[in-house]
């Protein structure tokens, strides 16, 4: 069911005669940065209700402990039987619990999808590698620079929250023990040669963290160099390392080993804080989700735990190891619910080695989960993202896409900002945004639920709010109208009164103008 403001917005755009229409974040001499970061922009953005998506942060920041508790509940703290469980190699397992397997900070992305009732979450990003935050904010915060949008968004309380903001503001606090409570200075760090490849996500977002008052640096491991301590790039010592490099990108080279001790080292000691620890890339891989949803854990999880779950997670599996295709029931329910189920690799990420099973025939389903078992991956229930009507201004007519949900948490807790990943619903492309993707992206701005304690997706709330919205809409109009022209009075803007003063952070609390 399509919320209220998403009808009114696009009522007002289909109106004939609506500066809406003059949305477009493409234009390069306007968006200058927006431009540098090759992604494709719808020509809205997301509407949600506040207290549904304050809901839906809070049920995230649980379920990401329980997710981060799986060692403790399952195998006794023994974080090497957790990762021999989830098939990770030895080597990489003794890298990745080297700091003695403490539990990691909240950080992250969760990509959901809304099926219409409520949110799903369809995989953990929990690490410092999740990508987004460089189009996120901005690309959300320039739709106010059209002013019919502004106008709108007053008219209908709109806020957003900036996710580059929220993730600064806690590198502030994650390093505070280091500094004593100045800012700290951040290296931004990938693995040896990795900014050839990622450095088109990392440099905005050393761009951006500088923006939000940051000393921030960008390099590759092979940059720092350890003395008397201290962890240093080029000769500025280093307070936090966000940490953009992968095991795999350290683990075969010598050099990048050695670092990559010498700054555990430096952590230990409190000389320097890991953003993130490598321990994070054992709970982003795929497989931790076959244990929350694996009945096996529900003796170890409370009744509104298992709730929680339940209406968090879609169905999904472990397809790991030959054992797994003798397990026949499994396999037989893979089988006859192709169409329902989706395959995913272990640990690949932005939709590398998908398989959905309502895309491909019988055979090339059963060699699908014969690679993917011995590979290691993941099958899980499709979840069918409910409808969100576009206008194309084109043709004037109305089309239905469907949007992926990247939503941030932090340990600060509650939403942290996010944004969508669109494309039209019965378009195969469950990739990233790379080249010949026919994907768009849109911020998100929430707006007051009318109803707060009830359910967004009936219809009858629907209709009565987009009642009362137009007839509100009207009045407004009318007196507007009638009124004594105020647009060149202090407070004002477009004739439509706003509080005196800048626009503040949602994330805070605050009015979003």
């Known amino acids: 069911m399509t919320n209220r403001i998403t009808e009114l917005f696009n009522k007002e755009l289909l109106s004939g005669d609506s500066l809406l229409t003059e949305i477009d974040l493409h234009?390069?001499?306007?968006?200058?940065?927006?431009?540098?970061?090759?992604?494709?922009?719808?020509?809205?953005?997301?509407?949600?209700?506040?207290?549904e998506l304050n809901r839906f942060a809070d049920d995230t920041v649980r379920t990401v402990d329980i997710l981060t508790s799986l060692p403790e509940r399952l195998f006794d703290g023994d974080l090497g039987r957790f990762c021999e469980a989830l098939g990770i190699s030895p080597p990489r397992a003794r890298l990745m619990r080297r700091l003695g397997g403490v539990r990691p900070p909240r950080f992250g992305r969760v990509d959901a999808y809304h099926d219409g009732e409520s949110f799903k979450i369809l995989e953990f990003n929990a690490t410092s590698e999740t990508g987004g935050l460089e189009w996120v904010g901005p690309a959300t915060k320039a739709m106010l620079d059209f002013d019919a949008f502004r106008a709108f968004a007053d008219r209908h309380e709109l806020r957003y929250t900036d996710a580059p903001k929220m993730v600064a503001e806690a590198l502030r606090q994650a390093s505070s023990a280091v500094t004593g409570g100045r800012d700290p200075v951040v290296a931004v760090i990938e693995g040896e040669g990795g900014l050839a490849a990622f450095g088109e996500a990392w440099r905005p977002l050393q761009r951006l963290l500088r923006g939000f008052g940051l000393e921030c640096h960008l390099g590759e491991i092979t940059d720092l160099r350890v003395r008397n301590g201290r962890v240093l790039f080029g000769d500025a010592p280093v307070d936090l390392v966000y940490r953009v490099f992968e095991v795999d990108q350290v683990i075969d080279h010598p050099e990048g080993l050695r670092l990559t001790e010498q700054l555990f080292t430096a952590h230990e000691e409190g000389r320097v804080v890991i953003w993130t620890p490598l321990e994070t890339e054992i709970h982003r891989q795929k497989g931790c989700m076959t244990f929350l949803s694996d009945p096996g854990l529900r003796t170890r999880l409370s009744e509104d735990e298992r709730l929680l779950v339940d209406r968090m997670l879609p169905w999904t599996r472990s397809l790991t190891g030959e054992s797994a295709l003798k397990d026949r029931e499994l396999v037989e329910h893979c089988r006859e619910r192709r169409e329902h189920l989706i395959l995913k690799p272990n640990s690949a990420y932005s939709g590398r080695g998908i398989t959905a099973g309502w895309e491909v025939g019988d055979r090339e389903w059963w060699q699908a989960l014969r690679d993917g078992a011995e590979a290691g991956a993941v099958v899980q229930e499709r979840v069918v993202p409910r409808a969100e009507p576009v206008v194309d201004l084109e043709t004037g007519h109305t089309e239905e896409w469907e949007a992926c949900w990247g939503l941030y948490y932090t340990p600060a807790g509650g939403y942290a900002g996010g944004g969508c990943r669109l494309q039209r619903i019965g378009q195969v492309d469950v990739t990233a945004l790379g080249p010949g993707s026919q994907a768009r992206v849109a911020g998100v701005f929430f707006y007051p639920d009318a109803h707060p304690g009830a359910s967004l997706g009936t219809a009858l709330d629907t209709?009565?709010?987009?009642?009362?919205?137009?007839?509100?809409?009207?009045?407004?109009?009318t007196a507007l109208d009638t009124a004594p022209d105020t647009a060149d009075r202090p407070g004002t803007a477009g004739g439509v009164a706003v509080p005196d003063g800048g626009v503040t952070g949602a994330g805070e609390g605050a009015p979003r103008w």
Request: hydrophobic letters at 40%; proline letters at 5%; a negative charge.
């Open 27 to 51: 234009d390069e001499e306007r968006f200058p940065y927006l431009a540098t970061l090759d992604r494709k922009y719808l020509t809205r953005p997301v509407f949600i209700g506040e207290s």
């Open 463 to 477: 209709a009565l709010d987009t009642a009362l919205d137009t007839a509100l809409d009207t009045a407004l109009d």
